[in-house]
Nanobody, 125 residues
Framework: QVQLVESGGGLVQAGGSLRLSCAAS????????MGWFRQPPGKQREFVGG????????RYADSVKGRFTISRENAKNTVFLQMNSLKPEDTAVYYC??????????????????WGQGTQVTVSS
């Protein structure tokens, strides 16, 4: 079992930056692939990106590639989502998720085992 708590969301102007954090409980954080998803208003949850257990492999959705960066600090049981050059279409509730495993980073929400409660990100134009 792992519990996830996101933080760092808020209101930002277009072109600005935010850094989201996801703190995990438990002593086996390094056994999990971590993912970030988002759910825009009125839309389905979508994959943003993910990171392997060691941080050596990352995967991003095309819509955020080059603007968002995922990293993790296993010693602190934390994964980060650095978001730069934000656009109004990035407005969503952002969720972190954990998947048992070390290397495979799926983009389907059903492939992840644990979820945080989400944090709101609003980008104004």
């Amino acid at each position: 079992q792992v519990q996830l708590v996101e933080s760092g969301g808020g209101l930002v102007q277009a072109g600005g930056s935010l850094r989201l954090s996801c703190a995990a409980s438990g002593r086996t954080f390094s056994s999990y692939v971590m993912g970030w998803f988002r759910q825009p208003p009125g839309k389905q949850r979508e994959f943003v990106g993910g990171i392997s257990w060691s941080g050596s492999i990352t995967r991003y959705a095309d819509s955020v590639k080059g603007r968002f960066t995922i990293s993790r600090e296993n010693a602190k049981n934390t994964v980060f989502l650095q978001m730069n050059s934000l656009k109004p279409e990035d407005t969503a509730v952002y969720y972190c998720a954990a998947r048992n495993g070390r290397y495979t980073i799926p983009n389907g929400a059903n492939d992840y085992d644990y979820w945080g409660q989400g944090t709101q990100v609003t980008v104004s134009s």
